[in-house]
């Protein structure tokens, strides 16, 4: 296969997989956003976390709204757990890799906030964790998964979302969670500020 060959089969997989995302999801993406949108009415805050490049898509979101995603309009309260290297490590160190968005979670959710994971599915515990100790916490999550979803659909309360990808494939799945992210943060200014 050709380099060429290579550079179209990844592009039609993407295209594919977005597709398929989109008509499988846009409904409950709408939904997603106006439980977002609730939260954030209701004077609640967002938290959102990931592992490795999925930390990435909780802080696109996170990054989006604190500051602006397509225009200039006031911060929202979206908190990134993945994003302080140093609370992180010293959870690690100290208790367990496990607990680094619990702890974190323990500390700065509410009852009513909204916690948004991301995972591609590969069975991550600190995630399950994070979902239980939300619960706990009367927050209600947002999943945005991949593959069979791992450890996390048995989690799910009726409360909750899930945004499954239809796809196996990681590099897909974490393409699908950016546009995912990208549609949320257009659906929460638009509802919010017209």
Same mark, same amino acid.
């Given at each position: ?68 995603? /397509?225009?200039?309009? *006031? +911060? ?11 609370? %992180? !490590? ?71 979302? /899930?945004?499954?990808? *239809? +796809? ?11 546009? %995912? !992210? ?13």
């Amino acid at each position: 296969m050709s380099l060429q060959d290579r550079i179209i089969n990844h592009f039609t997989e993407s295209i594919k997989i977005q597709q398929d995302t989109m008509t499988y999801l846009s409904e409950l993406i709408e939904y997603a956003s106006q439980r977002l949108v609730s939260t954030l009415l209701n004077d609640k805050k967002i938290l959102t976390c990931g592992n490795g490049r999925s930390a990435t898509s909780a802080q696109l979101l996170s990054s989006a709204m604190l500051n602006q995603f /397509e225009r200039d309009r *006031p +911060s929202l309260p979206v908190i990134a757990l993945t994003a302080d290297i140093a609370t %992180i !490590t010293a959870i690690s160190n100290e208790f367990h890799f496990n607990d680094i968005f619990s702890k974190q979670l323990r500390a700065l959710g509410q009852s009513g906030d909204m916690l948004v994971i991301y995972t591609d599915g590969n069975n991550s515990t600190n995630i399950a964790k994070v979902i239980t100790t939300a619960h706990d916490k009367e927050i209600s999550v947002i999943a945005i998964t991949g593959n069979k979803g791992g450890l996390i659909p048995p989690l799910l309360k009726e409360t909750d979302i /899930e945004l499954r990808i *239809p +796809s196996t494939s990681s590099t897909r799945i974490q393409e699908a969670h950016i546009l %995912i !992210t990208e549609c949320l943060c257009d659906l929460i200014d638009q509802q919010l500020f017209g």
